[in-house]
């Protein structure tokens, strides 16, 4: 069974599937900002994104470049989480890497919050993935 966790930092929704040697596979529901929302019809809306990451394919320019936003350096970033085990420290490097790259990420649409997490639970299931239990 794939590894997945599951976070929900303020109101958006992300799923990270490990794949195994270093490959994630995300799926990530973002809230569309106050300003976005007269591009909808009705309420809340979330914007859908997937993306796969491969941490092999990257070279150490690459990745140092991925945590800029967040820490000067990757040594400066592994000095924080020296006590993480490996898979957890490719998981949140894995992450930085898609915020830094989300326009290049696959975009499945605007949803309401409910459908936003109905619509990623049927995006993994059909690859064969238990999804997380959700509140």
């Excluded at 997945?4 to 990270?16: A, F, G, N, Q, V």
């Excluded at 898979?87 to 499945?108: P, Q, R, T, Y």
């Excluded at 605007?110 to 064969?128: G, P, T």
Aim: one cysteine or more; hydrophobic letters at 40%.
């Amino acid at each position: 069974m794939a590894d997945i966790y599951e976070t929900l930092p303020l109101e958006d929704m992300r799923y990270c599937v490990s794949l195994g040697d270093n490959c994630y596979l995300f799926i990530e529901g973002i809230y569309a900002e106050a300003e976005d929302v007269e591009l909808f019809d009705y309420g809340d809306k979330y914007a859908v994104y997937s993306t796969y990451v491969d941490l092999n394919a990257l070279n150490e320019e690459q990745l140092n470049d991925a945590v800029l936003t967040y820490y000067p350096s990757l040594s400066d970033m592994k000095s924080d989480y020296f006590n993480l085990d490996a898979e957890s420290f490719n998981k949140i490097l894995a992450g930085m890497i898609l915020e830094n790259d989300l326009g290049k990420c696959e975009f499945h649409g605007y949803f309401a919050k409910q459908e936003a997490m109905e619509y990623m639970a049927d995006w993994l299931e059909d690859r064969e993935i238990e999804e997380p239990e959700l509140d």
